[in-house]
């Protein structure tokens, strides 16, 4: 069992930045696959960005929309993943969803995670 919980939404300008964390509870955080999705108003959940874990550290994914301007992290001393977004724009304002899975076919290809967090709103006034 993963529990999930979002932090660091807000409203900014666009240009703006904005760091995203996700803390994770369970002691196998280091096992899990983690990632970021994302669900505008009237719109369907997408996917932004994922980690994999490896022994040298771990291999992101990034949706083409946010490439080069999202950056996901992990502590896995402090159970917890980050998504660092510069260079906002309003078309990412969205409710931002933590998600963690063992297997990375689900996360990043069929984009089904088994753990969602609750969301936390982002908000980027244009």
């Known amino acids: 069992q993963v529990q999930l919980v979002e932090s660091g939404g807000g409203l900014v300008q666009a240009g703006g930045s904005l760091r995203l964390s996700c803390a994770a509870s369970?002691?196998?955080?280091?096992?899990?696959?983690m990632g970021w999705f994302r669900q505008a108003p009237g719109k369907e959940r997408e996917f932004v960005a994922a980690m994999t874990v490896t022994w040298s550290g771990g291999t992101p994914y990034y949706a083409d929309s946010v490439k080069g301007r999202f950056t996901i992290s992990r502590d896995n001393a402090k159970n917890t993943v980050y998504l660092q977004m510069n260079s906002l724009k309003a078309e990412d304002t969205a409710v931002y969803y933590c998600a963690a899975d063992p297997q990375v076919q689900r996360m990043v290809v069929v984009h089904t995670p088994y753990y969602w967090g609750q969301g936390t709103q982002v908000t980027v006034s244009s």
């Open positions: 369970g002691r196998t955080f280091s096992s899990y696959i």
